[in-house]
């Protein structure tokens, strides 16, 4: 007999498409970061001087291909596969949700302080930070809307 696969809803292919979009791009571009530490193509180096504490790109590429890129990935990870990881069940006790529905929330709020960072840090503005911002606002708003919900939801243990 043939397994039957639920379809998954259109806020979770809209969610796991962003997911992807940060996830590859982010960890391309931190690794540019890192490779070219004083500037590249796409990153001035005069930028550096507006930013304090920093004197390279080595610390902002680590966190954009580490924790945006990464976590963008791993996200979308779970949301398409939805694979158990000892580690994180606590997280999906706390939230009834498969670890991946507050994953795909923290990436949102992360690459949303990203992009705030760039705008108070960075002089030059780029319609690529709207696209991004697009992506932060759905990745923070999808998860509350109940297909979503549904979709990553627990399953109930049955008591009897």
Same mark, same amino acid.
């Given at each position: 007999?043939? *397994? ?11 969610? %796991? ?17 890192? /490779?070219?530490?004083?500037?590249? *193509? ?6 550096? %001087? ?22 963008? !990935? ?5 949301? /398409? *596969? ?21 994953? !795909? ?21 780029? %319609? ?13 708003? /999808?998860?509350? /809307? ?6 990553? %939801? ?7």
């Amino acid at each position: 007999m043939a *397994r039957t696969r639920a379809r998954r809803p259109g806020t979770v292919r809209t969610a %796991a498409g962003a997911l992807g979009l940060v996830g590859i791009t982010g960890v391309a571009g931190g690794i540019e970061m890192i /490779l070219y530490q004083h500037s590249n *193509r796409f990153v001035d180096g005069d930028w550096l %001087a507006g930013i304090p504490l920093v004197d390279s790109y080595r610390v902002p590429g680590l966190v954009l291909a580490g924790v945006i890129g990464g976590g963008a !990935t791993a996200a979308c990870l779970g949301l /398409l *596969r939805r694979p158990h990881v000892n580690l994180l069940v606590p997280v999906e006790q706390r939230t009834g949700q498969h670890w991946s529905w507050a994953a !795909t929330r923290l990436t949102g709020g992360a690459l949303s302080v990203w992009l705030l960072t760039e705008l108070l840090l960075i002089p030059d503005r780029s %319609a690529v930070e709207a696209v991004y911002a697009a992506a932060a606002l759905a990745l923070l708003g /999808l998860p509350a /809307l109940p297909s979503f919900r549904d979709h990553t %939801a627990l399953p109930v243990p049955v008591s009897g």
